[in-house]
């Protein structure tokens, strides 16, 4: 009979269980050094970016105050005395300045004003802070009466933001009008936009340099090809900061190209070629080629001669055959390379930074400004979201058309 | 074997020769006519240069010398696309992003037939095939044999000249492979073909074929019907190769019209075909097939003979496998029909076995075997 009794079940089901398990215990170590390293820091990254208690917590009865405003005009004093006091404490705990900076980044130009107001305010003592604080607060800065001042202080203040991904899609919130696009510079997008092309523009090279290689290689003997893949992988061993300082001395002004093409007299003047977006786009595509040729390399290996042959057999053209019958079949190994070089140079950074100047800057290099100089971690953190979303709607649409289960690595 | 004299065969190798590191004749020398609609076997171990045969004429290797025709007209000058050959692969080839209607359309559509016309013409040719229903799957999605009848299919609707198959049933295993010879040959006889094809396998070939090449070391050993090719030899390699056969070592003593009286090397005397070894004093190798050496009670005395002992009875099924062994170590097998009169020795009998002279063939004996 097919059909097990019960105590037989159970005992398969509890010998699949003893297998998974063991098969668990195998991966444990991988996993929590996984969660440790890399998923914990990148969710509390991300987390940062709607997440910010700064001025929650540096002036909260303001902000409770601030709960029963109107909106349409400057607070009342209560709200004014009040804060004043939470301004007055902050000053003597020497944390007004951390005040300064996140006013500043709510409203330009804060930054000075909440700093001197905090010196005014911070002699006042006992009874005279309150009742001359809100006075105080007025007459050290007329900013303080203007009412969108108070709605941005108010939208700081929450613990819950979605405003740094306003100013990662270049929008702004205003408290008549609701979100529109930003009236000052507009850069992100832009910015966005640029990285995309830059990345299908190194993919679209890397495929045209790397396909014909590929085909050669494939059709090479076993010990040829792997001589000559040798070579091909020849710059992963090199390190990266050595082939793009490399390409620096290539491309500068009086670098190696322009001192030939001078040389040959094809030009009088050198091409500026360094710190352009073309600088970048040369150099990633040297860099990210041999990303594209071995999954490219490994699908054409597998695919056996007879398959062209046939087509030519049945009449078919080289060209057309090829086009018919070929390029379908490593159209695997192809979106695998693209999507690899495509992914990896979206996110690029350390050539963009050294070779690509101001033009062939990437998004990349805009999230390193804002967490090493501009200290706005979490707009990088919601620049650095976008990116991701970006890329796994990417890889979603490329899934919808061309299907992730075409991918073949190698 | 052109079909009417004074024309030319309808496809010719002529002094074909081929090398492909410039050093070694992969090809020596490959002379073959065939005449339209013959079934042609290049029968050979691997390596023997077949293959290449197969390659040159559809043309995906170039010629290192000679010339092929078809029709009278060298090929050499046509472009693999232009030849109008039909070929079934070893791995089919069958293309993987196709459905089978779209496998089979392709040659059609590239000779840009009538949409109409293909469909009816992709019908026909699945049905041909018997796989009517299987019209919209993808190959992924077929058992071995049936890739094979798509195959067969895609190299046959296009109506071309030649059909060339490359150990199309290499990948079978044995009982489909029985049953695809027989399609193959059913198709050949329906349709008309010219097939040229390409096998290691010995009983493959002499069930399909009209005649066989064999080739060794880029040598065509033998060109032949099957039965002559099994019954009379050219040569030892073809007696070994088709077939089983035993072998006993001698010398030409005198020759016939028809036959040569060969002494064995322990002074018995027997009477065989005249085949490549006429040369009084010359070593032959003498090759009598098992199932034709037989014992001495069923020919009586018409026959040669020669004394040997038992070893082994093997019961194989449809016959009989006996194994003795002569005076000189040299071992025979004899084939006898599971019959009820298969006899029954003891261990070490000495038995008598004959075999007449029209059935063992005198042929060459190489040096190397000479010295042993």
Same mark, same amino acid.
């Given at each position: ?23 668990? *215990? ?51 004093? @209560? ?42 305010? &911070? ?56 979100? $529109? ?36 290689? +494939? ?10 893949? /040798? ?12 082939? !793009? ?40 595509? @040297? ?50 390379? +693209?999507?690899? /070089? ?69 | 074997? &052109? ?60 010629? !290192? ?31 993987? @992003? ?9 040659? #059609? ?32 999605? #077929? ?21 060339? *198959? ?23 006889? $329906?349709?008309?073909?010219? /097939? ?24 065509? $050993? ?73 014992? !001495? ?13 038992? /070893? ?14 002569? +005076? ?25 076995? +004959? ?6 063939? &005198?042929?060459?004996?190489? $040096? ?5």
């Amino acid at each position: 009979m097919s059909s097990l009794t019960t105590t037989e079940a159970r005992q398969a089901a509890s010998a699949q269980r003893k297998k998974r398990i063991t098969a668990f *215990m195998f991966v444990v170590p991988l996993l929590v050094f996984i969660l440790l390293t890399f998923v914990a820091p990148i969710a509390s990254m991300l987390w940062r970016s709607v997440h910010h208690p700064t001025v929650a917590e540096l002036i909260p009865h303001t902000l409770e105050a601030l709960k029963d405003w109107d909106g349409k005009a400057v607070p009342d004093q @209560h709200t004014l005395q009040i804060f004043a006091v939470e301004l007055n404490g902050l000053a003597k705990e020497r944390l007004s300045g951390k005040l300064a900076e996140e006013f500043n980044r709510a409203y330009t130009g804060m930054s000075s004003v909440v700093k001197s107001t905090a010196r005014k305010v &911070a002699k006042l003592k006992g009874d005279d802070l309150r009742d001359k604080g809100a006075q105080t607060l007025l007459d050290a800065n007329p900013k303080w009466q203007r009412t969108d001042l108070w709605y941005a202080i108010q939208r700081a203040g929450e613990k819950y933001t979605y405003d740094y991904y306003l100013t990662a899609l270049d929008l702004e919130l205003k408290p008549d009008t609701g979100i $529109q696009v930003r009236e000052e510079t507009q850069i992100y997008l832009q910015l966005y936009s640029k990285t995309l092309t830059m990345a299908l523009v190194i993919t679209l090279l890397c495929a045209a340099l790397g396909y014909p290689l590929s085909y050669y290689l +494939a059709g090479l003997s076993e010990n040829r090809a792997n001589l000559l893949l /040798v070579l091909v992988l020849l710059p992963f061993w090199t390190s990266l900061l050595v082939r !793009t300082t490399a390409w620096i001395a290539l491309l500068q002004t009086n670098g190696v190209i322009n001192s030939f093409l001078m040389g040959v007299g094809l030009t009088n003047e050198p091409f500026e070629m360094l710190y352009t977006s073309f600088a970048t786009v040369v150099a990633m595509t @040297h860099i990210l080629l041999p990303f594209m040729i071995l999954p490219l390399y490994s699908v054409m290996r597998g695919i056996d001669p007879s398959y062209m042959r046939a087509a030519l057999s049945l009449g078919d053209k080289p060209i057309p055959a090829f086009a018919k019958i070929y390029l379908p079949m490593t159209l695997p190994g192809l979106s695998a390379g +693209a999507l690899l /070089v495509f992914i990896i140079s979206v996110g690029y950074y350390i050539t963009p930074a050294l070779v690509g100047g101001t033009d062939g800057q990437m998004i990349s290099n805009i999230i390193a400004f804002h967490m090493q100089r501009s200290n706005n971690w979490e707009l990088a953190a919601a620049l650095g979201s976008l990116l991701l979303a970006l890329i796994l709607l990417l890889y979603w649409l490329y899934d919808r058309f061309v299907g992730a289960s075409n991918i073949k690595l190698g | 074997m &052109a079909d009417q004299a004074g024309d030319k065969p309808f496809l010719q190798f002529t002094n074909v020769k081929k090398t492909y590191d410039h050093k070694s004749l992969v090809v020596k020398d490959f002379n073959l006519d065939v005449a339209k609609g013959e079934f042609i076997t290049l029968l050979g171990p691997s390596g023997s240069g077949k293959t290449t045969c197969l390659m040159m004429l559809a043309g995906f290797e170039d010629v !290192t010398s000679g010339e092929i025709l078809i029709n009278g007209r060298p090929v050499t000058s046509i472009a693999p696309y232009q030849r109008n050959i039909g070929m079934v692969f070893q791995q089919y080839a069958l293309f993987p @992003h196709m459905t089978l209607r779209e496998n089979l359309a392709y040659p #059609l559509k590239v000779r840009k037939m009538a949409k109409d016309e293909i469909n009816a013409k992709v019908d026909e040719y699945l049905a041909l095939v018997e796989l009517q229903d299987f019209g919209n799957r993808h190959p992924g999605q #077929l058992s071995g044999g049936q890739r094979q009848r798509v195959a067969l299919a895609r190299a046959l609707i296009f109506a071309p000249d030649i059909v060339l *198959m490359d150990e199309p049933l290499g990948a079978l295993d044995k009982k489909l492979r029985e049953q695809m010879q027989f399609e193959i040959k059913r198709l050949h006889d $329906q349709l008309g073909f010219t /097939v040229i094809y390409v096998t290691h396998d010995q009983t493959e070939a002499l069930t399909m074929s009209d005649r066989i090449a064999v080739f060794n070391n880029g040598i065509v $050993q033998q060109c032949a019907a099957p039965h002559v090719l099994y019954e009379r030899p050219a040569n030892l390699f073809v007696a070994g190769f088709i077939g089983e056969s035993n072998t006993l070592r001698g010398t030409i003593a005198s020759v016939e019209t028809d036959t040569v009286t060969v002494r064995l090397e322990d002074g018995a005397q027997v009477s065989c075909l005249k085949a490549n070894c006429t040369e009084i004093g010359a070593p032959t190798t003498i090759s009598i097939r098992p199932e034709k050496l037989t014992f !001495t009670d069923r020919l009586g005395t018409t026959g040669n003979q020669i004394k040997a002992r038992f /070893v082994a009875r093997h019961y194989v099924g449809e016959y009989i496998r006996y194994q003795f062994e002569t +005076a000189d170590k040299t071992e025979l097998v004899v084939k006898n029909l599971n019959d009820s009169s298969a006899p029954q020795f003891s261990a070490q009998e000495e038995v008598a076995l +004959a075999w007449l002279a029209i059935d063992s063939q &005198a042929l060459d004996r190489p $040096q190397a075997q000479a010295a042993t």
